[in-house]
């Protein structure tokens, strides 16, 4: 019903009710729920704080998908802080639970988010690029959420090198994969961020 304070205060006390050493996999979902709720409304500091508890659980007492999770969720704060040589840490954790697992869209998704990582901390845009490119060459082996978000992160750095008119050029096809999806929960969203930097290469092309 969007009262997410209230939401957050009874994951937090149902958090803090679990013991240790319980092993019950349903109470995975309560610290996956928590801590994407802190993050959802901006509080990163309690949205790290669970997933580091839920690490220093037990290793009996966890799974290997919470762990991805976990690490995913660190990965997403840390890059919110643009403390990129973390999220580059955190995602390599993350791409090893996937693989474990063997959740190919998770670590598919993940990889390109190493790529993004490194943009930040490489001067080589164009060297960026070009391995977005490499990928885009065998996007019929990724599903359309993989591809959409492959497109949108090749937007972004043509729009850090002002080549405007190439980066319209990827968030079109951006769009293209989002009207595939078209199912998605995210739908609206996805499509709205396409066209929002579609708009704002052209504001800059004047």
Not at 4 to 32: C, G, H, M, V, W
Not at 80 to 107: M, R, S, T
Request: charged residues 25%; hydrophobic residues 35%; negative net charge.
């Amino acid at each position: 019903v969007g009262d997410t304070d209230s939401a957050l205060f009874f994951y937090q006390k149902t958090i803090d009710l679990i013991p240790r050493n319980d092993d019950r996999q349903r109470n995975e979902t309560y610290f996956r729920r928590a801590w994407l709720a802190y993050f959802n409304v901006g509080d990163f500091k309690n949205s790290v704080a669970i997933a580091q508890s839920y690490l220093q659980k037990p290793d009996e007492t966890q799974t290997k998908t919470g762990n991805f999770f976990a690490y995913n969720m660190l990965e997403s704060v840390s890059l919110e802080l643009k403390k990129y040589q973390d999220a580059l840490e955190y995602n390599q954790q993350a791409l090893n639970f996937a693989k474990e697992v063997g959740h190919e869209g998770n670590y598919q998704m993940e990889f390109i988010s190493r790529i993004d990582i490194q943009s930040y901390l490489s001067d080589n845009q164009v060297g960026i690029i070009s391995i977005y490119d490499s990928l885009i060459n065998i996007q019929d082996q990724f599903p359309p959420g993989v591809n959409r978000l492959l497109f949108m992160k090749k937007g972004f750095l043509f729009s850090g090198l002002q080549d405007y008119r190439k980066a319209i050029e990827a968030y079109y096809q951006s769009i293209n994969y989002v009207l595939e999806i078209n199912d998605s929960v995210n739908f609206n969203q996805d499509l709205a961020e396409c066209y929002a930097n579609i708009a704002e290469s052209y504001k800059y092309l004047k």
